[in-house]
């Protein structure tokens, strides 16, 4: 596609839901990364893909977080048991080779309500 | 800690105004850094910096490096109401991207 779609662009779940967002990154890039992104901050890192396999996920807050990306190309970041805290919006980013000095292109994000 | 720190956190200025928001760290191995623009949602990509005293130009944009006081500037000059937005500065090592809390620039007419 010409850039990173993720759906929904919104979602609102209740407290101890699961959650299910999802990325679409830019044909033919090998990298995918999920940041959060809380009000008044910076994105936060979570994971990197390298492929179909997760070369960093050391940004993951706890094990009630996972990600999954079983083609090398769409990814999708689950959450479950939602708390409140996890309110954010949740950017996704496409890298064509991934490393430090690869331009990361971002998707518009899904923003998360947890009531 | 590795840490990114911007400033100043909002600016608010009138168009034709001339800008420079600033961007230091403390990260080690440093590889790059990064600037982009964030309007709604997706940040945008606007200078990917390696070198130091390289200034990067894209029309009315432009960014320096200095690796050795580890900052960096990015100006804006002449500002357009379309120029309002949050910048993020990112700074990339061998494990991962970090990001400032931007600067929140308001630009009025």
């Known amino acids: 596609g010409a850039g990173v779609s993720q759906t929904p662009s919104n979602k609102v779940t209740e407290k101890g839901k699961y959650v299910e967002l999802r990325c679409d990154p830019i044909?033919?890039?090998?990298?995918l990364y999920w940041y959060r992104q809380s009000l008044g901050q910076g994105p936060e890192f979570l994971i990197y893909f390298q492929g179909t396999g997760a070369a960093d996920d050391s940004g993951l807050p706890n094990d009630r977080f996972f990600a999954v990306r079983p083609e090398g190309s769409v990814s999708t970041l689950k959450i479950q048991r939602t708390e409140r805290g996890d309110s954010a919006v949740y950017l996704c980013?496409?890298?064509?080779?991934?490393?430090?000095?690869?331009?990361?292109?971002f998707g518009p994000g899904t923003r998360l309500t947890v009531l | 800690e590795d840490k990114v720190v911007q400033s100043p956190l909002s600016l608010v200025v009138h168009e034709g105004d001339t800008v420079t928001l600033n961007c230091s760290y403390e990260v080690t191995n440093f590889r790059s850094l990064l600037w982009y623009k964030q309007e709604k949602k997706a940040p945008t990509f606007l200078f990917m910096l390696?070198?130091?005293?390289i200034e990067k130009k894209s029309g009315r944009l432009s960014s320096i490096l200095d690796k050795k006081e580890l900052f960096s500037i990015l100006n804006i000059t002449a500002t357009q109401t379309g120029d309002s937005a949050v910048y993020l500065c990112a700074v990339a090592n061998n494990n991962d991207m970090r990001f400032g809390a931007g600067t929140r620039l308001t630009v009025k007419p």
């Open positions: 390696t070198s130091s005293g």
């Open positions: 980013a496409s890298s064509r080779r991934g490393g430090p000095t690869d331009t990361q292109y």
């Open positions: 044909s033919g890039h090998t990298a």
